[in-house]
């Protein structure tokens, strides 16, 4: 049974940080694509950044240069740093993986102005 659990999520004011975890079981995380999303009220989800087996990362265009994701395939576990927090950046955050596809239940993020 595959299990994605996100935590690390909270209130934060603009220009701060948080770091998001992801802990995963019941897939083969080691060889997985891994990936944040985030969905805003009224928004379609979008993906924020993905990271490959060999640890190569893609990043959407509105969070480049602020957020980084890495992974502790020790751990299976995936991470989100994100710094330079924006209230644009508030949402739903939610972890990822391709093979299976497989959602967390999500961590909500509220940057205050």
């Known amino acids: 049974q595959v299990q994605l659990v996100e935590s690390g999520g909270g209130l934060v004011q603009a220009g701060g940080s948080l770091r998001l975890s992801c802990a995963a079981s019941g897939i083969f995380f080691s060889i997985n694509v891994m990936g944040w999303y985030r969905q805003a009220p009224g928004k379609q989800r979008e993906s924020v950044a993905t990271i490959t087996s060999a640890g190569s990362t893609n990043y959407a265009d509105s969070v480049k240069g602020r957020f980084t994701i890495s992974r502790d395939n020790a751990k299976n576990t995936v991470y989100l740093q994100m710094n330079s927090l924006k209230p644009e950046d508030t949402a739903v955050y939610y972890c990822?993986?391709?093979?299976?596809?497989?959602w967390g239940q999500g961590t909500q993020v509220t940057v205050s102005s």
């Open positions: 990822s993986s391709a093979l299976p596809r497989a």
